[in-house]
Nanobody, 122 residues
Framework: QVQLVESGGGLVQAGGSLRLSCAASVRTFSNYGMGWFRQAPGKEREFVAVIARTGGRIFYADSVKGRFTISRDNAKTVYLQMNNLKPEDTAIYYC????????????????WGQGTQVTVSS
């Protein structure tokens, strides 16, 4: 069973930065594609960023490209560095993992964390 625990959310002013972390309890972390998604009140969960199993393939939603950076390390953690935050980035951010998928479709992921709240004030 895979468990994912996000941390690093909080309240920040527009233009500020936050770094989210997602710690994965898995035997072989490199076997899993890792994604970040977010969900704002009243909206569907949307794709933010993904990093493939080996870290070689990375892509972002257009809305965050150039501002957010996804990365992973050997300590079974995936990060989302968020710079130049905007009020529209306010949402609950979720980490997701999949053995067989590394894409933008949330239905491709088998495992999800509980989420961490990010609030950006104007």
């Amino acid at each position: 069973q895979v468990q994912l625990v996000e941390s690093g959310g909080g309240l920040v002013q527009a233009g500020g930065s936050l770094r989210l972390s997602c710690a994965a309890s898995v035997r072989t972390f490199s076997n899993y594609g890792m994604g970040w998604f977010r969900q704002a009140p009243g909206k569907e969960r949307e794709f933010v960023a993904v990093i493939a199993r080996t870290g070689g393939r990375i892509f972002y939603a257009d809305s965050v490209k150039g501002r957010f950076t996804i990365s992973r390390d050997n300590a079974k953690t995936v990060y989302l560095q968020m710079n130049n935050l905007k009020p529209e980035d306010t949402a609950i951010y979720y980490c997701a993992a999949s053995r067989d998928y590394s894409g933008a479709n949330r239905f491709g992921y088998e495992y999800w964390g509980q989420g961490t709240q990010v609030t950006v004030s104007s």
